[in-house]
């Protein structure tokens, strides 16, 4: 049984440097024979040296399934993350859109003109009013204009809106997107 152990093992060995026979050096055949010589003297070894490349391979096919798994997922999470990221952008463009802004749009647009006036000066408010909103309450609106991070310049913004005839004109407190309504700009002055 050992000689045909050994025999087999001879004729898988040549048939292999048979075949690789062209693109082997000397020193490669030569160290090949040796090896050959060695698994003869001792096929225990031989049975060991298989049975570990045995168990490497299959560890290497059970890495490369898990590898692909892994590609897979990434590949189907980076399609969801271009379509979120596409989503988004579509919303963000739509949201741009709607920013109120002081600059006019090409085309032709309208606007109100609330007056015409030589000493009253209300270019240093510009930047601050860039959002006019209604409020519902009680069944009726109430309009705001712009806001201000300096309650001064709100109280001066008030008094040239009362120049201008809007007698109602007065300044309000909004903490974190809630009105104060116990708020009085005067009061607070007078502080």
Known sequence: ????????????????LNVNAQVLTRKEKKAIKKEIKSYKKDPVKWVNMKDRHEDEVVN???????LK??????????QELAEKLAALEAQYISLKKTIPSTQLPEGTVYQVQMGY???????????KLKTIKAEEVDGAKRYVI???PNMMDALQFSNDMKKLGISD?????????KRNIEFDALEEIAK
């Open 169 to 177: 004109a007065f300044v309000t407190q909004y903490i974190d997107g």
């Open 60 to 66: 290497l096919k059970a890495t490369i399934e898990m």
């Open 69 to 78: 798994a892994r590609l897979e997922a990434e590949t189907k999470e980076k």
């Open 117 to 127: 006036y030589q000493y009253l000066d209300l270019l240093s408010f510009n930047e």
């Open 1 to 16: 049984m050992l000689k045909f152990f050994c025999t087999l093992l001879t004729l898988t060995l040549l048939s292999t």
């Open 146 to 148: 712009g806001y201000f």
